[in-house]
């Protein structure tokens, strides 16, 4: 075994059994219990339930194998239900796994939920004594670390309140110092960073990215958040149905999670499509919008965007825009066109129209788009009179063979340059 191996898991699986014992009939059980015998599909499993259900039991891991070494950031991203919180779990030894192995060498600290290992009617203070000494610490180790701990968690003032009266962002804000200074190898967070404010967020992702470059510690990082992963891992796994799908480079892990519609269909129907909460008005409805004789999403770079738009005016209207706007899978703001005042109707008509985008500067990649009907008010400001997402747009560069690092290069390629020899 290498001497610089942090966690090595070799098959492990995670069966858990659901509540729902029987089939409903005793027939029914019966032709259930004969398929599993014989290794044949259940006859009464509804089509296009999840595989990982059989019968009364569900496997949240089926059969991971996965070595991490010190002092590296490892992402773990993929769908809710993937079994990202049960892998965290299995590991931080909160539940055991069902079949195969872990080693794990080193002492682990972890954040899986708010408020993990600390209990509401001991102080802060005591919590911090009491997860010191689960590590195997001695009270002076942990008074050396004391007021560091404090200092970073911000709740100094309430350090020798029980915690039960902490709100959740202070449990937040103590945990997490508890578990990046008391003295463990091992680092494990579960999203639960996204309670803190964001100044506290930055601060935790700094403090995680010198924990493992400066201080060799390994870190486990779970997120749906993917700036954040981008910003503190140095690898990435991605966990589909209790299976790893992919391991590897931080970026080809995010464009395999985030894209996943490549080939969606190029209409898009809004009719009866409920709207955001913040547009009080109704006074026009997009009703659909398509990529014209296309049948995927998928442009050439360089090759325009067009996009058919039908709209239906419940109230007159004047001098009504449209926002384009591009942003990144993870939803950073990119680019955006208006179409300033380019319709006016009457009450009951439905319209439509073309509109043409130059996209010919974006780099290739999946990005989302989101369409806005606005007008100007009498101090002209613009107020929204329909939001919504739009379709994807899939810029290929396939014929080029170019590999474009976004996270290094950007979304946007410049013109190539004129060369004059001399």
């Known amino acids: 075994m290498s001497n610089d191996i942090a966690i090595k898991i070799c098959g492990l699986k995670k069966m858990y059994r659901l509540g729902q014992i029987g089939g409903g009939t005793l027939t029914g059980d019966l032709q259930s219990w004969w398929a599993r015998i014989h290794g044949r ?11 990982r259900s059989n019968g009364t039991t569900f496997m949240a891991l ?9 002092g590296e950031a490892l992402g773990i991203i993929g769908r809710n239900g993937a079994g990202k919180s049960t892998l965290l779990k299995i590991l931080s030894r909160v539940t055991a796994p069902t079949e195969g192995y872990l ?13 993990t290992g600390f209990h509401g009617e001991m102080t802060g203070r005591e919590n911090v004594y009491m997860n010191g000494a689960i590590l195997g610490m001695s009270r002076a180790e942990i008074d050396a670390k ?27 804000k103590l945990a997490f110092s508890v578990a990046a200074h008391l003295d463990s190898e091992i680092m494990i967070m579960d999203e639960v960073l996204a309670v803190g404010d964001i100044a506290f967020q930055q601060k935790c992702l700094n403090k995680m990215s010198s924990a493992a470059k400066n201080d060799g510690k390994t870190v486990l990082y779970v997120s749906h958040n993917m700036n954040t992963i981008r910003q503190l891992c140095s690898r990435c796994i991605v966990l589909d149905k209790g299976k790893i799908i992919f391991d590897g480079e931080v970026e080809d892990a995010i464009a395999l999670y985030m894209n996943n519609s490549a080939y969606e269909n190029p209409v898009r129907d809004y009719d009866g499509i409920k709207r955001p909460g913040w547009l009080h008005s109704d006074m026009l409805r997009l009703s659909r919008a398509e990529y014209p004789g296309r049948d995927s999403c998928i442009f050439r770079r360089g090759e325009k965007v067009r996009i058919a738009f ?4 419940n ?8 926002r384009f706007e591009i942003q990144n899978t993870d939803g950073t703001p990119i680019a955006a066109a208006f179409s300033y005042e380019c319709y006016s109707g009457k009450k009951g008509q439905t319209a439509a129209a073309v509109f043409t985008y130059d ?20 101090f002209g400001a613009g107020v929204d009179l329909d939001c919504m997402e739009g379709m994807d747009i899939i810029i290929d560069d396939s014929e080029n063979k170019l590999n474009w690092r976004a996270n290094v290069w950007g979304h946007f390629i410049l013109p190539a340059p004129e060369v004059e020899f001399q």
């Open 315 to 322: 109230e007159d209207v004047e001098n009504v825009g449209l």
């Open 146 to 172: 004391m007021e560091e701990i404090i200092a970073f968690s911000e709740v100094r003032e309430f350090i020798d309140t029980p915690v039960k009266r902490y709100s959740s962002g202070m449990y937040v």
């Open 103 to 115: 080693d794990i060498y080193g002492r682990i600290t972890s954040m899986l939920e708010v408020g």
């Open 41 to 51: 599909e259940d006859p009464n499993s509804i089509i296009g339930s999840d595989q």
């Open 359 to 378: 996209v010919s500067g974006l780099a290739p990649g999946t990005y989302h788009t989101i369409y806005t009907f606005f007008r100007r008010n009498n």
């Open 62 to 70: 089926n059969g991971i194998d996965l070595e991490i070494r010190k």
């Open 310 to 313: 039908t709209w239906h005016t």
